[in-house]
């Protein structure tokens, strides 16, 4: 019967490979569009609302609080923070392994109620801790392009 | 509805192709690798190499005596594992096929620059019961004669060509 039939060499598995097309474009919206351009000169933003006294980083075009629009209300929030919880990576996005692990950490804005997943550089895992205050480290100016990796990565204040 | 479209009109940005394209937005571009890779199975398996060898081969159900094709090793209507092999011929009858206009990405076909149209098409095999096809391309014939019922012998390509692929078969063409 053809249930008991078997394979005698794993040579003789045939499969068929293919690759699914995808692509997707995703554009940061009115508010993004706002902190990016920000970002491209070295500036971080947030929303301010006046009524709930909250700063948001990254800044909303309406507070999620009151529902007050917020896009009026836009404010420099410079570029330092502290650490608010952080972990360290050894594989990539797609499951490799990564040749140095690197420490991903969320970053709170100093003054304001957000903050920002990013790398930290110029530091040890093992001097990291939380409340350790840290500063955006730029690319140079001609390489900022609109994204959140125009910011290499939060070091320490020295 | 009115509502809906006051809300759009007074918190929406409207963007065109070209704003997102040519980067005056700005925006983030990813495109994931989806790759895969299918188990041919024992029943598709052989029935890949079989095409391989310049034949098509079936599978037969001893609970129901139909000959599938393609082959597989389950009989979906009995629910009992199928039963020996059978080799059917290379030729069939057209059951249902379209005049398409658009490739299989969906990209429209330039038919007025003399683009044949694709006649995608079930081919009822000749030997497998009446009702069982592959789905394959019918060549060599003009796509407005052709006609449900029509006589077609499958095209191979050059044993040396042949992958063990479905496209081993180039196409069905009509026969007299």
Redesign the interface.
């Known amino acids: 019967?053809?249930?008991i039939?078997r394979?005698q060499k794993t040579t003789?598995?045939?499969?068929?490979?293919?690759?699914?097309?995808?692509?997707?474009?995703?554009?940061?919206g009115?508010a993004?569009?706002k902190f990016?351009?920000e970002i491209i000169a070295g500036k971080l933003l947030g929303a301010k609302c006046d009524t709930c006294k909250i700063i948001y980083v990254p800044p909303r075009?309406y507070c999620e609080k009151c529902f007050a629009r917020l896009e009026d209300s836009y404010v420099e929030v410079g570029t330092k923070g502290t650490v608010h919880t952080f972990t360290q990576c050894y594989e990539t996005f797609d499951g490799m392994k990564k040749e140095t692990p690197s420490i991903v950490a969320v970053i709170r804005i100093d003054g304001t109620n957000g903050g920002l997943v990013h790398w930290l550089g110029e530091v040890d895992f093992e001097k990291v801790s939380i409340g350790m205050p840290v500063e955006a480290a730029f690319k140079p100016k001609k390489d900022r392009e609109?994204?959140i990796l125009d910011i290499k990565y939060f070091k320490p204040v020295k | 509805m009115e509502i809906t479209e006051k809300m759009v009109a007074s918190?929406a940005?409207k963007?065109s192709a070209e704003e997102?394209?040519e980067g005056k937005?700005?925006?983030?571009?990813?495109?994931?690798?989806?790759?895969?890779?299918?188990?041919?199975g024992?029943a598709?398996?052989r029935y890949?190499?079989e095409l391989k060898n310049g034949k098509i081969i079936a599978?037969k159900c001893d609970k129901c005596h139909r000959i599938m094709i393609p082959p597989r090793?389950?009989c979906e209507l009995c629910w009992v594992?199928?039963?020996e092999w059978v080799y059917v011929k290379d030729t069939g009858i057209v059951n249902t096929w379209i005049v398409g206009y658009v490739d299989w990405?969906a990209k429209r076909l330039d038919i007025k620059g003399g683009v044949r149209p694709i006649t995608p098409g079930i081919i009822e095999i000749d030997g497998a019961t009446k009702g069982m096809g592959i789905l394959h391309h019918l060549g060599e014939v003009d796509p407005w004669k052709i006609h449900r019922g029509m006589k077609v012998k499958a095209v191979w390509k050059p044993p040396e060509e042949r992958t063990?692929s479905i496209t081993d078969i180039k196409y069905f063409k009509p026969i007299k």
């Open positions: 019967m053809a249930l039939e394979y003789d598995i045939g499969y068929w490979e293919g690759q699914i097309p995808m692509s997707y474009i995703y554009t940061v009115r993004g569009e990016f351009r075009t609109g994204s | 918190t940005t963007l997102i394209l937005v700005l925006s983030v571009k990813w495109e994931p690798k989806l790759k895969y890779a299918w188990d041919n024992p598709i398996g890949l190499a599978k090793m389950f594992p199928t039963g990405k063990g």
